[in-house]
């Protein structure tokens, strides 16, 4: 048995013809719909001291590792935003670490020599886009990172 298309197309057209549309279906519809939850993710106020120094929590990661972040999370204790700030810096710097050690041992097997161009690549690129972000006023969250340390009570 063989349908051809415009059969078919003919048979969808006789059935949506069928059934007429109500004209206040977009209301019916909306009224029956559960209400949606609504997130809001407020961003504190912050200063131009505080964001000068979560960028540079993000951006002295390129050069020192996680020696700048750590430092910074320590000193501005007290200060929320740039303290999460350079938590999540330290936290991304640390994974990189990590990558860069693993990057080290399989240069024995010649892999390694990608695995740092690709560990510096994604630490410079995500370093400048955290510092862009968080410079704006708005927290940044880094997409490979694995948190270690985590918020201190």
Same mark, same amino acid.
């Given at each position: 048995?063989?349908?051809?298309?415009?059969?078919?197309?003919?048979?969808?057209?006789?059935?949506?013809?069928?059934?007429?549309?109500?004209?206040? #279906?977009?209301?019916?519809?909306?009224?029956? =719909?559960?209400?949606?939850?609504?997130? +809001?993710?407020?961003?504190?106020?912050?200063? #131009?001291?505080?964001? =000068? &120094?979560?960028?540079?929590?993000?951006?002295?990661? &390129?050069?020192?590792?996680? &020696?700048?972040?750590?430092?910074? =999370?320590?000193?501005?204790?007290?200060?929320?935003?740039?303290?999460?700030?350079?938590?999540?810096?330290?936290?991304?710097?640390?994974?990189?670490? /990590?990558?860069?050690?693993?990057?080290?041992?399989?240069?024995?097997?010649?892999?390694?020599?990608?695995?740092?161009?690709?560990?510096?690549? /994604?630490?410079?690129?995500?370093?400048?886009?955290?510092?862009?972000?968080? +410079?704006?006023?708005? #927290?940044?969250?880094?997409?490979?990172?694995?948190?270690?340390?985590? +918020? #201190?009570?």
């Amino acid at each position: 048995m063989k349908i051809e298309q415009s059969d078919t197309a003919v048979g969808v057209r006789a059935l949506v013809e069928q059934q007429p549309i109500p004209e206040d #279906s977009n209301e019916q519809s909306v009224e029956k =719909m559960p209400p949606r939850r609504v997130i +809001h993710s407020e961003e504190p106020e912050t200063n #131009s001291d505080q964001r =000068m &120094i979560a960028m540079l929590a993000h951006l002295l990661g &390129i050069v020192s590792g996680p &020696i700048a972040a750590l430092v910074i =999370m320590l000193v501005k204790k007290g200060d929320d935003w740039v303290e999460g700030e350079a938590r999540e810096a330290l936290n991304f710097q640390i994974t990189i670490l /990590l990558i860069q050690i693993c990057g080290v041992i399989l240069t024995i097997v010649l892999v390694g020599i990608l695995v740092l161009v690709a560990a510096a690549v /994604l630490n410079v690129i995500f370093c400048v886009i955290a510092a862009a972000t968080v +410079h704006s006023g708005k #927290s940044y969250r880094y997409p490979l990172a694995i948190r270690l340390i985590q +918020h #201190s009570v």
